[in-house]
C-alpha cells in the first residue's frame, strides 16, 4: 500500500498551508505516540496553521509599526527598579488610552526604561490589531522633510495624522527649529482627542518649552499634548548600569 504521507504534502501545498506542512510530520509522529483520533490530529494541524498565519501578520503589524521584536513587557525588567509601578504600566498596556484618545508621556533619564515601555505598549496594541508606528523625533521630522521635497507632504502628514498610535521618542533630544516645529504644532493639533500620542523624552516636563524656538507655538502645543494625559516620570539608574536603583511614579493631568 502506497504511504499516503506524500500526497497529503501534496494537497497541503495546494491548499496553500505552509504552516500545516511544517508541522506535519511532528503531528503525525504525536498522533500515532498518543494515540490521536482524526479529529484530535485534524484540529492540531488547524491550530498551526491559524497560529502561524496570526504570528505571520503579528511580525508585519511589528515591523510597520517601527518596533523591535524583543521590546516587550515581557523581556522588561521590572525588579530592576523596585519602586516601579508594574499594575500603572499594565493599565497602559490594556491600550483602553488608545480607545479614550488619550496621550502618554514619558519622561526620564537616558537608559531608564522609556523606549523600552513604550515599544511593549506598541506591541500590545499591534496584538490587539490597533495601526501603531514608532518614530524618534528626528525620524519623523527626516520624514516630513523627504515627503515636502518630493511634493508628498500632505500625503504623508495625512498618514502620520490617522495611525491610531503615534510614538514619537526622544522629544527635544535636538532643538526643534523651523519648519519642524510648526509641523510638530499642527501633527499634534490634527491628533488632539482624535487619536493617541505617546512622546518620550529625557527632558522634564518643565523644559518641554525650551525644545521650541517659538514661546506661542510651544505653549498652543504642549497644552494640547498634555491635556488628559497620562504622565510617567522614571527615576533613577540606568539599566545600561548596575545598580538596582529607582522609583517610577505615574499620574494622570488633566
Not at 499591534?126 to 507632504?153: C, D, H, M, P, V
Request: hydrophobic letters at 40%; aromatic letters at 8%; one cysteine or more.
Amino acid at each position: 500500500m502506497t504511504h499516503p504521507m506524500p500526497e497529503i504534502n501534496g494537497f497541503i501545498k495546494q491548499l496553500k498551508m505552509p504552516y500545516m506542512l511544517e508541522s506535519l510530520s511532528l503531528r503525525n509522529k504525536e498522533a500515532i505516540e498518543s494515540k490521536l483520533g482524526y479529529p484530535e490530529f485534524l484540529s492540531l494541524l488547524l491550530q498551526d496553521e491559524i497560529l502561524g498565519r496570526e504570528n505571520k501578520k503579528l511580525r508585519a503589524r511589528a515591523k510597520r509599526a517601527n518596533i523591535r521584536g524583543d521590546k516587550t513587557l515581557e523581556n522588561f525588567d521590572f525588579y530592576f527598579n523596585p519602586k516601579i509601578n508594574q499594575a500603572q504600566i499594565l493599565e497602559l498596556a490594556s491600550c483602553r488610552f488608545i480607545a479614550e484618545k488619550y496621550p502618554v508621556l514619558i519622561v526620564g533619564p537616558c537608559g531608564t526604561g522609556k523606549s523600552h515601555i513604550a515599544q511593549a505598549i506598541a506591541h500590545c496594541a499591534i496584538r490587539k490589531g490597533i495601526n501603531t508606528l514608532w518614530l524618534s523625533q528626528s525620524q519623523l521630522f527626516n520624514e516630513l522633510q523627504a515627503a515636502r521635497a518630493s511634493e508628498r507632504y500632505g500625503k504623508k502628514f495625512s498618514e502620520f495624522v490617522k495611525v491610531s498610535l503615534l510614538i514619537i521618542d526622544d522629544f527635544g533630544l535636538k532643538p526643534l527649529r523651523a519648519p519642524h516645529d510648526e509641523d510638530f504644532h499642527d501633527l499634534i493639533s490634527e491628533r488632539y482627542e482624535r487619536t493617541s500620542t505617546m512622546v518620550t523624552s529625557n527632558l522634564d516636563f518643565s523644559e518641554w518649552g525650551n525644545a521650541f524656538p517659538n514661546r506661542l507655538l510651544a505653549a498652543s502645543t504642549l497644552d494640547r499634548l498634555r491635556h488628559n494625559a497620562h504622565r510617567i516620570i522614571l527615576e533613577g539608574a540606568s539599566f545600561r548600569g548596575k545598580e538596582p536603583k529607582g522609583v517610577t511614579k505615574i499620574e494622570k493631568i488633566t
